[in-house]
């Protein structure tokens, strides 16, 4: 056999065994996220499942998914991660159709679009507005663009409500003002018990390394004041008329 012959052989008795390895990691692979399916705490893994090389698990991702998101609440928002948020959005923007199965793809990729907008609806974030507006703006699906619309007032009510609530929050519990104003107005204001001569006088010192030796001025006693004595008394003369036996 010519040296190119059995290179050729070769060759492709390798490429045909990597893609059957490829094929069975694959098969493997949705396997598991069939088993992972019904709970609801791996919706991450089949989101990630969107963005797989394998045709056959893109499909069962995007057919899972269907079925996941409108069991999602409002108080389930954190199972979204913002890997999550962005899969999600760039999957409903980009809707187009394989080669093979046109019209499966397009029943298939229309209902995860309506469950994943009426989803972000509820737990949606604020980075998800583009991708709403955009099939809201553009679908040429009527049901998308009406389920769209609806998805973008329900999440700027939510955003807006989410928005009230932390700043209630915050002034609740005291935090730190974060205005250049309140700033300003805290810097200028003088701390509770102090006085204009205790900050000149702490200033003072801070200054002079050993103004500690020196003494307070504001524990000098003013030197004591001797009392006036009167002067002694002269005894006053009486009229000799007055004098006994005179």
Do not use: W
């Not at 057919?63 to 999957?91: I, K, N, V």
């Not at 700043?167 to 006085?195: E, F, N, V, W, Y």
């Not at 504001?218 to 000799?240: F, G, M, N, Q, V």
């Amino acid at each position: 056999m010519e040296p190119f012959l059995i290179l050729l052989a070769l060759t492709s008795g390798g490429v045909g065994a990597a893609r059957l390895r490829r094929r069975g990691r694959d098969a493997r692979r949705l396997a598991g996220l069939r088993v992972e399916a019904e709970d609801l705490h791996a919706i991450g893994k089949i989101i990630a499942a969107l963005d797989s090389p394998h045709d056959p698990t893109r499909a069962f991702a995007m057919t899972t998914l269907t079925q996941m998101l409108p069991r999602l609440h409002p108080g389930e928002s954190p199972r979204l991660t913002p890997e999550a948020h962005a899969a999600l959005c760039r999957h409903l923007m980009n809707s187009s159709p394989p080669m093979r199965d046109y019209g499966a793809y397009i029943h298939r990729y229309t209902e995860f679009a309506l469950a994943t907008l009426a989803a972000l609806g509820r737990v949606g974030e604020g980075d998800d507005l583009r991708a709403v507006r955009k099939l809201a703006r553009d679908s040429t699906d009527a049901r998308i663009r009406k389920a769209a619309s609806d998805c973008l007032d329900a999440l700027n009510a939510s955003l807006e409500t989410r928005k009230i609530g932390e700043t209630l929050l915050r002034a609740a519990t005291g935090a730190a003002p974060t205005s250049g104003a309140d700033i300003l107005l805290r810097a200028a204001s003088p701390s509770a018990g102090t006085t204009a001569s205790d900050e000149l006088l702490r200033a003072s010192r801070e200054e002079d390394p050993l103004a500690f030796l020196a003494p307070d001025p504001r524990l000098e006693l003013e030197p004591e004041i001797e009392p006036e004595t009167a002067p002694p008394s002269t005894p006053r003369e009486t009229p000799d008329d007055a004098k006994p036996g005179v």
